[in-house]
């Protein structure tokens, strides 16, 4: 079993739907997590990060942390074509930047 | 130039060839990473440079050589690479390897043949 398990998707939504990424993992010494976004031929940039349980909202974008569950969410509300991209979650027990498990990625396409 | 900044952005290789990637950070950052990203798999942590740690995943092969002459410039050095090394090589730096976020360069597209 993966340590940490995102479907690869893709995922394709009208404009303006609201957007539902997800990530199972196995590990419950995870307490800091984060979702990066890739552009084609890009680099992954930081979107959001979480740490322990709850919810963080940053203007369009929601995470969610359900350390019960071993499940986190990232909420994308009115999507936009520039939102298609590939987006990763990530997540540590100690939130040193070596010690990251990342997520193969969910490629979400946004269609006029 | 800012940024994190990666040279070349697309390698072809063959499999007696040696060459080198390169990675130089416009931030300040003092800690330096290489990742491995393939198609359909997470992203594989390679080195990391910093002042409080070198970290080299045991699972490297010695066929991949790091170095980090400072804190702003980390290099790949690449040789007898096989096929199944095509990949895309991230850098990386962060301000310490705490809590700080990673910020990532566009990648060298490597293709060995």
């Known amino acids: 079993q993966k340590e940490v398990e995102q479907d690869p998707g893709p995922l394709s939504v009208p404009e303006g739907a609201i957007v539902s990424l997800n990530c199972t993992y196995s590990?419950?010494?995870?307490?800091?997590f984060m979702w990066y976004r890739q552009y084609s031929r890009k680099g992954p940039e930081l979107l959001m990060y979480?740490?322990?349980?709850g919810n963080k909202e940053d203007g369009r974008f929601t995470a969610q942390v359900d350390k019960s569950s071993k499940y986190i969410s990232l909420f994308i509300r009115d999507s936009q074509p520039s939102d298609s991209a590939t987006y990763l979650c990530?997540?540590?027990?100690?939130?040193?930047?070596?010690?990251?498990?990342f997520g193969t990625g969910t490629r979400l396409q946004v269609t006029l | 130039e800012t940024g994190v900044t990666q040279t070349p952005r697309h390698l072809v290789m063959g499999m007696t060839n040696k060459k080198s990637l390169k990675c130089e950070q416009h931030?300040?950052?003092?800690?330096m990473y290489w990742y491995k990203q393939s198609a359909k798999k997470p992203l594989e942590l390679m080195f990391v440079?910093?002042?409080?740690?070198?970290?080299e995943n045991n699972s490297v092969p010695s066929r991949f050589s790091p170095e980090c002459p400072n804190s702003s410039h980390l290099f790949l050095h690449l040789h007898t690479l096989q096929p199944e090394d095509s990949a895309l090589y991230l850098c990386?730096?962060?301000?310490?390897?705490?809590?700080?976020?990673?910020?990532f360069g566009n990648g060298t597209r490597l293709t060995v043949t």
């Open positions: 990386a730096s962060s301000q310490g390897t705490g809590n700080s976020p990673l910020h």
């Open positions: 590990n419950s010494a995870f307490q800091y």
């Open positions: 979480t740490y322990s349980s």
């Open positions: 990530a997540m540590s027990a100690t939130g040193t930047a070596s010690k990251l498990t």
């Open positions: 931030l300040g950052h003092n800690a």
């Open positions: 440079y910093s002042l409080e740690e070198r970290v």
